[in-house]
């Protein structure tokens, strides 16, 4: 199929967390669809990699090392990225930090603020820069990556809830904000993702942090955790990008100040 009859041929967009799991999952989506990308991440030796992984799909990709809680840095590159590509015409607000284990009264206070410099403050430096060059467009589509814990509250994790309760918050604000611009801003809620670090760490660290929800064995706290979800199995990486590609697509051309979640069940 040429580029010129793709869904999203002539589009760019930017992607955060490029180089994780679910942001370079994402970027490799979009790219098949047509759109051009520019990749953000904190490390730039894995963006680098991230560009190799995508190599091949006839699209453009440009990189930037970002700290995303700089807002001064964030500015630089969303201006940089409108100069070299031309213009940012989809978001996928996707950084974060999922942060220390522990209950709330034993939470680390450095980890805490850390946790929202990251995934609160930095989402809204990216939306913020990106969204003020869409209104002078009068076009965009953005997709902020909130989380299952931003929506049941799990145990041991104070900051990560909070601030993805935060991104579910600030997403729908954005929407009523940005809709007379013709900006749509939604949000996706993942909930057990695996395998990999990720499904990993979680387990290993409910393990350790001890309650009466989890076992202290990290075995028993996998089958715990999926014993929870009504389709009884974590969720595959390769099952987010479509989602995203949905909200920033036509078909959910209705849809702003939405959340939905990637849960395998309610």
Known sequence: MSGE?????GKVALV???AGNIGLATARRLALMGADLALLDLDHA????????????DVRISIHACDVTDNTQVSQVVDAVVRGM????FLFNNAGYQGAFAPVQDYPE???????????????HVLRHVAAHMVTR????IVNTASMAGVQGPPNMAAYGASKFAII????????DLAPHGIRVNAISPAFMGPGFMWDRQVE?????????FSTDPTEVARQMIGSIPMRRYGSIDEIPGVVAFLLGEDSSYMTGVNLPISGGI
Do not use: W
């Open 5 to 9: 009859h793709l869904p999203f041929s």
């Open 16 to 18: 955060t967390g490029a």
């Open 46 to 57: 894995k963006l680098e990699q991230a560009r190799a992984d995508l190599k091949g799909h």
């Open 86 to 89: 031309g213009q940012i015409d």
């Open 110 to 124: 450095a980890d805490f603020a850390r946790v929202m410099q990251i995934n609160v403050c930095g989402a809204f």
């Open 138 to 141: 009068g076009f965009g589509r």
């Open 169 to 176: 918050g600030l997403t729908e604000v954005a929407a009523k």
């Open 205 to 213: 660290l409910q393990a350790r942090a001890g309650s009466q929800y």
